[in-house]
């Protein structure tokens, strides 16, 4: 559900899928423009929707929506398009909404990760990602550095991955709750401390899990491409871009790993660190595009600073 009143004037080029097609299961804005107006548009937003299979509502009071998932968090839904519903059609469409299975109960991962492992040649150090839903700008950030880039499935294990022999390991974003990543956190509890280990988003949290820190769901969850937040040491704030509904438990890293970044909203975990380890992980966007460049070369500048020496 987008808060912004108009949706689909600029159309939809394809230049910045950060994915193969749409995630999403719904689509509601508040008004779609069927005439779009960009040089690069190859077509609206209704079409896009239609040539996915995903279907849209408009016409929605999207800010009544707002207030209500300000006030009660994220909560489930159902789509029902009709000229009039009956008492009956909205009995069954609650009833829809309330049986829909929590999201702790899908596993999400299997989805969006690859089939099969792929490589993008590169002529400096050998980087593994593990792919959980990866953003195509999160690799091309990497291809730019001139990493050697090896990209494994969400299902990977230590074995097919350790045969890539790896300079470092990144695990990518992704969604649906870190608890259900099992054999990404089997992979980084057998290389922490042997080679640096990144984390991104879904990650993070999957790092932070392995290492024996907690999660837990997100009331609200963090969306959006204006998330402020707090560089602990610097005391500087980035503008950051975000889409996560789950949280590292802050209390559960005390001993653990080192707090380096808050969310300045809300004071939740935005990154943490393990110098001993080598792990650097952040809950944001650095890659975001479209999207604040606040923090693409902190992070990705001081990957490979990490991994070059």
Same mark, same amino acid.
């Given at each position: 559900?987008?808060? @912004?009143?108009?949706?689909?004037? @600029?159309?939809?080029?394809?230049?910045?899928?950060?994915?193969?097609?749409?995630?999403?299961?719904?689509?509601?804005?508040? &008004?779609?423009?069927?005439?779009?107006?960009?040089?690069?548009?190859?077509?609206?937003?209704?079409?896009?929707?239609? %040539?996915?299979?995903?279907?849209?509502?408009?016409?929605? %009071?999207?800010?009544?929506?707002?207030?209500?998932?300000?006030? @009660?968090?994220?909560?489930?839904?159902?789509?029902?398009?009709?000229?009039?519903?009956? &008492?009956?059609?909205?009995?069954?469409?609650?009833?829809?909404?309330?049986? *829909?299975?929590?999201?702790?109960?899908?596993?999400?991962? =299997?989805?969006?990760?690859?089939?099969?492992?792929?490589?993008?040649?590169?002529?400096?150090?050998?980087?593994?990602?593990? %792919?959980?839903?990866?953003?195509?700008?999160?690799?091309?950030?990497?291809?730019?550095?001139?990493? #050697?880039?090896?990209?494994?499935?969400?299902?990977?294990?230590?074995?097919?991955?350790?045969?890539?022999?790896?300079?470092?390991?990144?695990?990518?974003?992704?969604?649906?709750?870190?608890?259900?990543?099992?054999?990404?956190?089997?992979?980084?509890?057998?290389?922490?401390?042997?080679?640096?280990?990144?984390?991104?988003?879904?990650?993070? *949290?999957?790092?932070?899990?392995?290492?024996?820190? #907690?999660?837990?769901?997100?009331?609200?969850?963090?969306?959006?491409?204006?998330?402020?937040?707090?560089?602990?040491?610097?005391?500087?704030?980035?503008?950051?871009?975000?889409?996560?509904?789950?949280?590292?438990?802050?209390?559960?890293?005390?001993?653990?790993?080192?707090?380096? *970044?808050?969310?300045?909203? %809300?004071?939740?975990? =935005?990154?943490?660190?393990?110098?001993?380890?080598?792990?650097?992980?952040?809950? @944001?966007?650095?890659?975001?595009?479209?999207?604040?460049?606040?923090?693409?070369?902190?992070?990705?500048?001081?990957?490979?600073?990490?991994?070059?020496?």
């Amino acid at each position: 559900m987008l808060t @912004y009143p108009l949706v689909g004037n @600029y159309g939809v080029s394809g230049a910045r899928f950060q994915s193969g097609g749409i995630k999403v299961e719904g689509f509601v804005v508040r &008004e779609r423009c069927d005439k779009p107006s960009h040089h690069l548009s190859r077509g609206s937003i209704e079409e896009f929707l239609r %040539d996915e299979g995903v279907p849209g509502i408009c016409e929605v %009071d999207t800010r009544m929506l707002t207030i209500k998932t300000r006030r @009660y968090g994220t909560m489930k839904a159902c789509l029902r398009v009709a000229n009039d519903l009956s &008492e009956e059609d909205k009995v069954h469409a609650l009833e829809l909404a309330r049986n *829909q299975p929590d999201i702790t109960e899908l596993d999400l991962i =299997e989805k969006v990760t690859c089939g099969m492992r792929y490589r993008i040649p590169g002529s400096g150090k050998r980087i593994a990602v593990i %792919d959980l839903g990866v953003k195509r700008n999160i690799i091309e950030s990497l291809r730019r550095r001139d990493f #050697d880039i090896f990209v494994f499935p969400g299902t990977v294990n230590v074995t097919e991955l350790k045969d890539s022999e790896p300079d470092a390991l990144l695990l990518s974003n992704g969604p649906g709750d870190p608890k259900r990543a099992r054999s990404a956190m089997r992979v980084v509890k057998e290389l922490a401390g042997t080679i640096p280990i990144f984390g991104i988003c879904l990650g993070l *949290q999957i790092i932070a899990l392995a290492l024996g820190c #907690d999660t837990y769901k997100l009331k609200f969850g963090h969306r959006g491409a204006n998330q402020p937040v707090k560089d602990i040491r610097s005391s500087r704030v980035f503008i950051t871009s975000q889409n996560h509904g789950f949280a590292v438990d802050k209390d559960s890293m005390e001993g653990i790993v080192e707090l380096t *970044q808050i969310n300045a909203n %809300d004071g939740t975990v =935005e990154a943490f660190e393990d110098a001993y380890l080598g792990i650097k992980c952040v809950q @944001y966007h650095p890659e975001a595009s479209p999207g604040p460049w606040d923090t693409e070369e902190l992070f990705f500048g001081g990957l490979r600073q990490m991994i070059t020496g």
